[in-house]
């Protein structure tokens, strides 16, 4: 059964609710502010922060409608023997994975900084998948959660583009899940990658995946009778 149907790039995505997720990847301080990882690794974070509003909005609609929401985080235990030594030397960084910062060890589970935006804050039900790659499906049970609940659709959200969005979407595609990724939920430190991550995703028929906006998806939900409109604040 489909019966939610979002116009998209490059065709219409269809989905079922009852076997679609909405992904959230890596929506955390150490990305999306400043002092955490992303900032170590010499990038300005404002560019991330950008996706967190209408991700917030998809989120709040995602459960709403019911649809099973799972979250990400990439990090590392607090002794980091599960952070590959490659990933501690990588980059050659004055403060790296598992230093101190302001916002506690970069990177590190249980730390501050590690953890999700309060605005995008997991709710009760649903899981967050501690990550210690790139990919969500890498060294996690993220696959055995999806087969558990018969999903076979995602709804991708988070962050970054091309480093976590794009290793999650390969690896999902390649286990045969159908992904939406909404490009105004997803961001990146730069722009020209920002651009190409979604034209890779959507190129060659989809080689990845279908894009689509945040709008376009809250508003099939609505046509599909599954969302309740709500009054928009007018401006006076
Ligand atoms: N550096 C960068 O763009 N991203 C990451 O290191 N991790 C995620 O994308 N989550």
Redesign the pocket.
Known sequence: MHSVVVPAEPYTFEFDPATTALLV??MQRD?VYPGG??EA?GNDTSLLLRAVPPTERVLNAARAVGLFVIHTR?GHRPDLSDCPPSKIARGKLKSGIGDPGPMGRILVRGEYGHDIVDELKPGPGEPVVDKPG?GAFYATDLDRILQTRGIKSLIVAG??AE???HTTVREANDRGYECLVLSDCIA??FPEFYEAAINMIKAQGGIFGWVGTSEAFLEALHAAGLLQRTAEPTLV
């Open positions: 990847i890596d990305f990882f992303g690794l990439e790139k962050v970054t480093v976590c969005v990146s430190y």
